[in-house]
């Protein structure tokens, strides 16, 4: 049950941003800014390479049971910026979400979502992933008025292994994510 290439090399694959449904380009970015002390971690790194035309900014503070992420893109020209979060345990939020028809899309990673639900949030909108044997844990997405949020199914670490994920969808020249997770 080896994982397929069209899902274990794709952006889609991983916790970060997607734009225009195509893959990211290799690129190391840069790290600006790295800070540890007794109470919290802070990164903040740039990407100027991963799409062409396209500015990545991601800052993360871990403290505790307390992970803010912070994920901003800046670019030319409009695009869809997919913002995916895959994690463990069954999905539930208070956002009215429906089922979802129609596949995202055939290619780059997109194929391999299933079980798909989608909906518009409100100002802040929380979503909790309650693992079958572990305590849950809550995402609690910030900019929920101006995103379209979908949930559903991709692959874990076997082609049997389903794992549910949150993708945020924003449209425009500018997309700013804030989820603060509590991990308590």
Request: hydrophobic share 35%; glycine share 8%.
């Amino acid at each position: 049950d080896a994982l397929p290439i069209s899902w274990a090399r794709t952006t889609v694959a991983h916790n970060t941003v997607v734009i225009d449904g195509k893959n990211q380009q290799p690129d190391t970015g840069k790290l600006l800014h790295f800070d540890t002390t007794p109470g919290y971690t802070a990164a903040f790194a740039i990407s100027k390479g991963a799409y062409p035309g396209y500015t990545l900014k991601r800052f993360l503070i871990l403290a505790d049971d307390l992970l803010v992420d912070v994920f901003a893109v800046e670019g030319d020209k409009q695009a869809q910026f997919d913002w995916f979060m895959h994690g463990r345990g069954a999905i539930t939020t208070p956002v009215k979400l429906s089922d979802r028809k129609k596949p995202l899309d055939d290619k780059a990673g997109y194929q391999h979502l299933a079980k798909l639900a989608d909906g518009k949030g409100e100002k802040a909108s929380v979503f909790t992933f309650t693992p079958p044997n572990g305590k849950p844990y809550r995402a609690y997405c910030l900019d929920a008025d101006r995103t379209t949020h979908i949930t559903g199914e991709g692959i874990g670490y076997n082609l049997n292994d389903k794992v549910p994920f949150l993708l945020r969808r924003q449209t425009g020249k500018t997309a700013l994510f804030t989820t603060v997770y509590d991990l308590s």
